[in-house]
């Protein structure tokens, strides 16, 4: 049973500290970006970010591989976005699941040429390996996998063609909306010692391991700060 961690009575700074591992300051109210448009100072700025950044591998082998694309694109005004999925009810793992592109690792392929390629095949937008900006942290999923998240620069407005036997709906979410007051949110798990992280897109409540990578990503890419979240849990129906 999930259980928000909140207590009204206290300042939201205070209800989440011991909970949240990375920078107080993502949880100012005031701290919301307007505007960020897609341009190369914000490539630039996203690279130089991830590169400083001494990512975190997951070295079980007993996970299987996976990627997920982690794709800024411009919308019609410019504006920076990710590119966010839901998957088709007749999937067999995850099905209806809010995600990022991506898939299992084949045999042959890193985590780069996976990425790159679900990202075709699921949204229809082929980008190159030279549009790789980084990697975030690996994340162990609850279902056996290992998820290397790769930051990919799709550029200027570009149409999204969901597959229709993968992708039920594909989104430009502006990357500035992540810094709304309430992302992310967290909560209790009565059957884990470990903190379950949300985040609030669409009007939906979007769960890890998405709401992980897309959580490490504004920390990390855009604001540069250190922020590590391998140890937070999934909610029970992402265990299967």
């Known amino acids: 049973m999930l259980r928000w961690f909140d207590d009204f009575s206290q300042p939201l ?11 107080m300051s993502s949880f100012d109210a005031t701290q919301e970006e307007v505007s960020l448009p897609a341009d190369e100072a914000l490539r ?3 690279a130089a970010n991830l590169a ?16 997920v694309a982690l794709t800024i694109v ?14 088709v009810p007749s999937l067999r793992d995850h099905s209806g699941q809010w995600a990022l592109p991506g898939g299992r690792i084949d045999e042959g392929e890193d985590p780069v040429r996976a990425a790159l390629r679900e990202l075709g095949e699921e949204v229809g937008l082929d980008c190159t390996a030279d549009r790789v900006l980084g990697l975030l942290d690996d994340y162990p999923t ?45 909560f209790e ?20 391991p998405t709401a992980a990578v897309i959580f490490q990503f504004r920390e990390v890419a855009i ?16 265990w299967r």
Request: proline share 7%; with cysteine; hydrophobic share 40%.
């Open 44 to 46: 630039a700025r996203i």
């Open 74 to 87: 411009a919308d019609e005004s410019g504006e920076a976005c990710f590119v966010l999925t839901r998957r």
């Open 142 to 186: 609850r279902s056996g996998f290992r998820i290397t998240p790769v930051v990919i620069w799709a550029g200027g407005e570009r149409a999204l063609r969901p597959n229709p036997e993968e992708v039920a709906e594909a989104h430009r979410i502006p990357i500035a909306s992540l810094d709304a007051p309430g992302i992310p949110k967290l």
């Open 52 to 67: 400083v950044h001494e990512r975190a591998t997951e070295a079980r082998a007993s996970l299987r591989p996976a990627a």
């Open 13 to 23: 700074q205070k209800r989440v500290s011991a909970l949240y591992t990375g920078s």
């Open 189 to 208: 798990l009565e059957e884990s010692d470990r903190p379950v992280i949300s985040v609030r897109i669409l009007g939906q409540d979007i769960f890890a």
């Open 223 to 238: 604001h540069g700060r250190d922020t590590r979240v391998a140890h937070y849990d999934q909610p029970l129906f992402a």
